[in-house]
């Protein structure tokens, strides 16, 4: 299984970015899959996620700016990132999971990707 994470970039504050994440090696028709970040010196925390069924979840730091959807017979992911700020700086990370409360909580998740960075300058 691979996911590639790509499309990652230098942008300015305000500007938009739009990351994706190729899943491959089996079938993901059933796996939630989402996106979560990591600032240097803290902690990675989640991003947004979008299950199977359609399910879609934000964190509150991202509500009304970023916008998860899913492709490709339901193994691509795409993270479209509005009105970007400083603080979205990190590299994010494509995660995949056949339990979506496992892959919100981050924790046992089944397979991550490699990581694409974003930064935002000021």
């Known amino acids: 299984v691979q996911l590639q994470a790509s499309g990652g970039g230098l942008v300015q504050t305000g500007d938009s970015l739009r990351v994706s994440c190729a899943a491959s090696?089996?079938?993901?028709?059933?796996?939630?899959m989402g996106w979560f970040r990591q600032a240097p010196g803290k902690e990675r925390e989640f991003v947004a996620a979008?299950?199977?069924?359609?399910?879609?979840y934000y964190a509150d730091s991202v509500k009304g700016r970023f916008t998860i959807s899913r492709a490709n017979a339901k193994s691509t992911i795409y993270l479209q990132m509005n009105s970007l700020k400083p603080e979205d700086t990190a590299v994010y990370y494509c995660a995949v999971d056949p339990d979506l409360s496992t892959l919100r909580a981050g924790i046992g998740v089944k397979y991550w990707g490699q990581g694409t960075q974003v930064t935002v300058s000021s």
């Open positions: 090696g089996r079938s993901f028709t059933y796996f939630g």
């Open positions: 979008i299950n199977w069924n359609g399910g879609i």
